[in-house]
């Protein structure tokens, strides 16, 4: 005990002023915002979050920090608290200012830039508090540092207040509150769900920090204040076991991977289940990296490599009339590859693909090694990957064969487009955009109030293929989802599926779900992105996926046969204020389904790009969409229905 104290007090001697390295200034940030934070909708209004408990997680990381608490408070500030070692307070020779100050006014200042003070840091910007101090109205930092407490208060970036010693303490750590710029972001409100989210993901990462999330807005039914305590012991292992909560497992063991030996810490745990998709998910020192990269190749490698050995040398192969590929290796897989990197080169469209080379041969190795011992080990383990393997070839040759007639008929019937798509004129991508529209009814209204130059119109016939259940091909067997590749002209179930070559076929810039506002028009929506989601995640990932918003009401005097005159509302709040508007006489029409709307109705409502709402489908973090699909889409009740009661807002209104 004695000697790792005296490590932590000669660590937090080293972590000084000198330790905190400049590389530019504040001054672009209020001016172009979304360069450094993503963007200043509610994607961005999160970000500013993550970057202060980022800090706190690199002082865990360092091995200085346990606990890390997160406060939305009742005026939508945030206040984020950690017991690490405090950020330095001391004067800081070069910029003439203090140490603190510095870190909170100036760009990519910090210790993370400083080899010394941390080995490796996550946040994928590194642009730190700096950037939420200059996109907040008001920050106040309280460091307790070397016996003292101290304070520093500022507003959109500027010191309002000299750093000042305000008591005497006997503990570390540093508290950051911050208030959002309501002139700079589209929305200041936080959501508990979305950083409660990260939070977890955060913990399973980290094992052995505990955060803590309370939101002082919201009190549960014990009058307390709504809240969630994150503490992982086993890391990715509960990671893993979390994700697959709702899928039935091929094997009981996790297989675990936790090794340095290469230079590079490579921790994995993976699991094999009885669905038909693969759930990989990779991070970079905390960042998820939803693009892939180095890190992912390796694994792959290693798993194809390693387990194919395996089984061609058990004989279990010997049979098999047709190849194995690196797919089918991975179906039914799930895993979480978490790797610290020191010095991370980010490549991609969202700069969140791993680029160091150096990566993939060291999780390669790790990975092979470690795989071998446990198929080696577990011998009735190995049996059942390697069984379910070979179904996944058979499963796979068999879709080729499905996929090939599709493609015949295709040839067969001229243009290759859904006989029920009224497709647009225009031929330029960024400005066209297909409607997949609920019902006959709905489809016939929508071609009539379309705008035809950019505007198609796909009909879907009632509920399509839950994709989440269902073997690669009886999706090609369902003719609702054939009709939906074929009109967006790109391809699934081919190796070139998630290549860019196959993206630039995509007929439509908008890609638009288009459903009832009532539960089964959720459901098929619901149905749709999880097909998107399985089997075109890059539609998603580049910004082409949206949801239509037809509105709820139409609030109108009473009596009144003018069916446009009134006011539509899209919220409870939005209709109470349209009848306090319009007064005595004043009506309420529900609207539960699109054909309920004329034509003329739908364009104003839900299709006329000036006027609708589209909400663009985006993945903060593709672990939780994963376990979101698996749980809305899978076959384990309970956990649906607890999900449904606690976010569906309008159940009382569909009953």
């Known amino acids: 005990m004695e000697s790792e104290e005296k490590v932590v007090k000669g660590g937090a001697e080293e972590y000084s002023a000198n330790s905190i390295q400049v590389l530019e200034g504040l001054e672009a940030v209020r001016k172009r915002p979304a360069m450094y934070i993503g963007d200043i909708g509610v994607k961005g209004l999160h970000h500013l979050v993550y970057e202060v408990v980022d800090n706190s997680i690199d002082e865990a990381l360092a091995g200085y920090c346990s606990d890390i608490n997160v406060f939305i408070n009742e005026d939508n500030s945030i206040t984020v608290s950690d017991n690490g070692r405090g950020i330095p307070t001391d004067f800081h020779e070069k910029e003439q200012k203090s140490a603190l100050e510095v870190v909170l006014t100036v760009l990519h200042a910090g210790g993370k830039f400083d080899k010394d003070s941390y080995k490796v840091s996550g946040g994928l910007h590194g642009v730190g508090v700096s950037c939420v101090n200059a996109l907040s109205t008001s920050l106040t930092a309280i460091v307790k540092r070397g016996g003292k407490i101290h304070r520093q208060t500022f507003s959109r970036g500027v010191p309002t207040s000299q750093v000042e010693i305000i008591g005497d303490t006997d503990e570390t750590g540093t508290t950051i509150s911050f208030k959002p710029d309501g002139t700079i972001f589209n929305t200041t409100e936080y959501n508990f769900e979305t950083l409660s989210s990260r939070l977890r993901e955060l913990a399973y990462l980290n094992k052995g920090v505990r955060l803590k999330i309370t939101d002082k807005r919201e009190k549960d039914e014990n009058g307390e204040f709504l809240h969630e305590d994150y503490y992982s012991e086993e890391g990715l292992k509960e990671f893993v076991g979390f994700l697959d909560a709702n899928r039935e497992k091929l094997i009981d063991n996790i297989i675990y991977i936790d090794s340095d030996k290469t230079g590079i810490p490579v921790e994995i745990a993976m699991q094999y289940n009885t669905s038909y998709s693969e759930n990989v998910h990779s991070y970079v020192n905390n960042i998820n990296t939803i693009e892939g990269g180095t890190h992912l190749t390796g694994f792959r490698r290693a798993l194809t490599r390693t387990l194919k050995k395996y089984a061609e040398d058990s004989g279990q192969l010997a049979k098999l009339k047709i190849d194995i590929n690196g797919d089918d290796f991975r179906e039914g897989l799930t895993a979480v590859i978490s790797v610290k990197v020191a010095e991370p080169q980010f490549e991609g469209q969202t700069k969140t693909k791993l680029g160091n080379d150096e990566v993939a041969a060291a999780v390669d190795q790790t990975v092979s090694t470690a795989l071998t011992h446990f198929l080696e080990e577990n011998p009735k383990d190995a049996k059942l990957i390697v069984q379910k393997v070979i179904v996944a070839a058979q499963a796979r040759n068999a879709a080729r064969k499905a996929r090939e007639m599709v493609q015949r008929k295709t040839v067969l019937s001229g243009s290759g487009l859904p006989g029920k798509l009224a497709d647009c004129t225009s031929r330029e991508r960024d400005k066209a955009e297909i409607f997949l529209v609920e019902g006959d009814s709905a489809g016939g209204s929508a071609k009539q109030g379309r705008d ?204």
Request: glycine share 6%.
């Open 452 to 655: 035809r130059v950019f505007q198609a119109i796909l009909p879907l016939r009632g509920k399509i293929l839950n994709v989440e259940k269902a073997m690669k091909h009886k999706i090609f067997d369902s003719e609702e989802i054939r009709n939906i590749f074929n009109a967006l002209g790109v391809t699934i179930g081919t190796e070139e599926d998630s290549n860019a070559a196959n993206l630039e076929k995509l007929r439509y810039g908008k890609v638009i779900i288009m459903t009832d506002a009532d539960v089964d028009g959720s459901h098929i929506a619901t149905l749709i992105m999880t097909f998107f989601f399985r089997h075109m995640m890059d539609i998603i990932k580049n910004g082409h996926l949206y949801i239509a918003t037809p509105p709820l009401y139409l609030v109108k005097k009473g009596g009144s046969n003018q069916r446009n005159k009134g006011i539509y509302c899209w919220t409870d709040e939005e209709r109470q204020r349209a009848l306090a508007e319009i007064g005595n006489g004043a009506e309420t029409q529900r609207y539960k389904g699109l054909g309920e709307m004329d034509p003329e109705q739908l364009w104003e409502t839900t299709m006329c790009p000036e006027t609708r709402i589209l909400r663009q489908v985006t993945i903060e973090s593709a672990a939780e969409a994963d376990r979101l699909f698996s749980m809305l889409m899978g076959d384990d009740v309970p956990p649906r229905r607890e999900f449904i009661e606690r976010h569906a807002k309008y159940a009382n209104i569909d009953a």
